[in-house]
């Protein structure tokens, strides 16, 4: 049986899978809103949401 990949690697090597994810980002806590591809928003979306969640704990680690 199929097992679901970790992640979606959007055609790309890490390093421009990387600096792609982190540019949204930013683009989206800048704007508010982006738009792009179906695949794309959901790697966003994920990368997002491990950063808010992170950013909710005032720690030396979380603010670097």
Known sequence: MKTKLGFNR????????RALL???VISF???EKISSTKAKLF?????A???ITRAKVD???NRR
């Open 10 to 17: 959007l055609s790309r090597k890490a390093s421009h899978r």
């Open 22 to 24: 982190k540019n949204m």
């Open 29 to 31: 806590f800048k704007y």
């Open 43 to 47: 790697e966003v979306k994920r990368f």
């Open 49 to 51: 949401e491990r950063l």
């Open 59 to 61: 720690t030396v680690h």
